[in-house]
Nanobody, 129 residues
Framework: VQLQASGGGLVQAGGSLRLSCAAS????????MGWFRQAPGKDRDFVAV????????YYADSVKGRFTISRDNTKNTLYLQMNSLKPEDTAFYYC???????????????????????WGQGTLVTVSS
């Protein structure tokens, strides 16, 4: 699986931005797709995840109600709609794909970077105050 993220940029606090991640490769329907972010000098943090085939989602508490993760199966593209952006949302954002090795693993368990097998390059989001 190959992933290519795009859509980052500079936005004022309170504004919106939509990130995209073009995915290619076999068996995408057997993956969960996630977004993570990493601010300078900090750890990579979970943002959101979606099951590619069912559309089930799970969010970090810090973005719940402001960000929406979605996918377009026909375009093989993952999205992250970010609204009500805050300066603390400033970070490099990464998309990632995790092979589903167990049908019973809850989607919430995919909030760890170690659960993912493939990563795209980061796209920088800067929110000015």
């Amino acid at each position: 699986v190959q992933l290519q993220a795009s859509g980052g940029g500079l936005v004022q606090a309170g504004g919106s931005l939509r990130l995209s991640c073009a995915a290619s490769g076999p068996f995408l329907s057997s993956h969960n797709m996630g977004w993570f972010r990493q601010a300078p000098g900090k750890d990579r943090d979970f943002v959101a995840v979606v099951n590619w085939s069912r559309g089930t989602t799970y969010y970090a508490d810090s973005v719940k109600g402001r960000f929406t993760i979605s996918r377009d199966n026909t375009k093989n593209t993952l999205y992250l709609q970010m609204n009500s952006l805050k300066p603390e949302d400033t970070a490099f954002y990464y998309c990632a794909a995790a092979r589903l090795r167990s049908v019973i693993a809850p989607i919430a368990s995919f909030n760890r970077a170690s659960a993912y097998d493939y990563w795209g390059q980061g796209t920088l989001v800067t929110v000015s105050s």
